[in-house]
């Protein structure tokens, strides 16, 4: 038998608007969780376990930046590069590249903070033994010395300014590497430079170092890290790196004694703000302009470019001038954010000690206050993979095994004028092992050492430096 239900209009009357709201919650809840869901997505990158390994096959870069001079960059223990051969090309571990990067960042701040105790001396009397590090020079670029033109392989360096190679005879010592040790006495163009001259005067700014003279030559010095180093008579000579673009009277270091962990490499390409930096030298001609964009991979390559850039969504932000290092180009952090959310950090913990970018430091260092909450930012968003052990300088790791997939928050650098920095996917993670994969960021031990943007953070980004203007700038997607 059917049962039938009498509802009143009373009640009814009073169900509908409860109906109504509850209807309305369910709307507004599910609008929320679509938008909560999106704004993660915006700030957040999803990556490929696989997209995170180095490749065994190198995957060039094709350089699009028109009637402008640029030179191929290449990983330097990338299979890109030709020194990734053999012994004198041979990796080192995360572990020790890592600690060489420390090495170098402590060389910048002793510099910066005035102390400084490298006592050079001369070619003949420095004491030979192993050297410690150049730090992470890890970019190469190829440019020709000499006439006949030799191909050398050469570490660019922002963070450096005298340009020098390995120089026949290798009167006390050199390192192995690739290219031929270039020989000066072969070469038509080459000439030293006096003792006494201003230009061996001009060394000292250069190098942060003075050396003795032997006997009518200048000589240079130029130590890196903790006792890497090269020494050598100061000459000049015809630089080619184009065809079309060759400079005679280009002033170098012909390195006599060399010692240290150059991968290989023939030396170093400085382009540093110093009057003796390659920048400062080709300065008629490029304006002081130059742009490179690191690889995201070391299995990738990417360019430097001198006397122009190629994106036309360049932001800028004033350079700064270090006064303890005026050849280095400062920056004026301003904050970090982290999934989209700045961080709540005074900007008296930036100020205090400035900063400068470099190509030549791997990892990132921060203020410590700065990076304790770029760092619990971070966890508090990795909360859902499980930890791994801290790899070197690096104490936020994971462990991504069990995972095809992971979703990481965004991080932007904020500058001077305004502008944030997205860092790329890969600028933000430093892959030991899947098991071991850190966060790219490190802290200063002080607050009062100079941070410094790492070239990790720099991967994928096109940076234009323009001396000329006082400027610095950053453009996503430089290499692609």
């Not at 009498?6 to 608007?17: A, E, G, K, Q």
């Not at 009518?216 to 000049?236: L, N, P, R, W």
């Not at 002081?288 to 932001?315: A, D, E, I, N």
């Amino acid at each position: 038998m059917a049962t039938l239900y009498f509802v009143s209009p009373l009640s009814f009357r009073l169900s509908f608007p409860l109906f109504l709201a509850l209807c309305l919650f369910f709307s507004f809840t599910t609008s929320y969780a679509l938008f909560q869901g999106r704004k993660l997505a915006d700030h957040s990158h999803t990556l490929q376990l696989s997209s995170l390994l180095p490749s065994d096959s190198c995957k060039p870069y094709a350089i699009k930046v028109e009637n402008k001079v640029s030179l191929k960059v290449v990983h330097r223990h990338g299979p890109c590069s030709q020194l990734n051969q053999g012994k004198a090309g041979k990796a080192p571990s995360h572990t020790k590249i890592l600690l060489q990067d420390e090495s170098r960042v402590k060389s910048i701040h002793s510099k910066l903070s005035g102390t400084n105790d490298v006592k050079l001396t001369d070619a003949a009397t420095l004491p030979a033994h192993d050297g410690s590090s150049i730090g992470s020079g890890n970019y190469i670029v190829t440019v020709g010395l000499g006439t006949p033109k030799k191909d050398l392989s050469l570490i660019f360096d922002t963070g450096s300014d005298l340009t020098w190679t390995q120089c026949q005879p290798c009167a006390r010592s050199c390192y192995k590497q690739k290219d031929p040790i270039f020989d000066p006495s072969q070469s038509t163009s080459y000439t030293n430079i006096s003792c006494g001259s201003s230009l061996c005067d001009s060394l000292a700014s250069a190098t942060g170092n003075t050396l003795n003279c032997a006997s009518s030559t200048c000589v240079y010095g130029i130590q890196y890290g903790d006792s890497s180093f090269s020494v050598g008579f100061f000459g000049k000579e015809r630089l080619t790196l184009t065809p079309t673009d060759v400079f005679e009277n280009f002033y170098f270091g012909c390195g006599q004694n060399n010692q240290g962990l150059f991968g290989g490499s023939a030396g170093l390409l400085g382009l540093g703000r110093d009057p003796l930096s390659l920048v400062s030298q080709t300065s008629q001609k490029y304006n002081k302009l130059f742009s490179y964009c690191l690889p995201s991979s070391s299995s990738s390559t990417g360019f430097l470019t001198f006397g122009g850039y190629s994106s036309k969504s360049v932001k800028f932000t004033p350079l700064s001038t270090i006064s303890a290092g005026p050849s280095f180009y400062g920056l004026d952090f301003t904050g970090i954010s982290v999934g989209g959310s700045k961080l709540s950090i005074s900007q008296s913990v930036f100020s205090t000690a400035g900063a400068i970018i470099d190509s030549g430091t791997v990892i990132t260092r921060l203020p410590p206050a700065a990076y304790s909450a770029l760092r619990s930012a971070f966890r508090q968003l990795m909360t859902k993979y499980p930890t791994a052990p801290a790899l070197s300088i690096l104490d936020t790791c994971y462990d991504f095994t069990n995972y095809k997939t992971v979703t990481i928050p965004k991080i932007g650098l904020f500058f001077n004028g305004g502008i944030e920095v997205d860092i790329d996917a890969t600028g933000i993670l430093y892959v030991n092992k899947i098991s071991q994969v850190c966060l790219a960021f490190a802290g200063n031990s002080d607050a009062s050492d100079v941070a410094i943007l790492g070239n990790v953070q720099q991967r994928s980004l096109e940076v234009v430096y323009d001396g000329a203007a006082g400027k610095v700038g950053f453009a996503a997607g430089g290499c692609s």
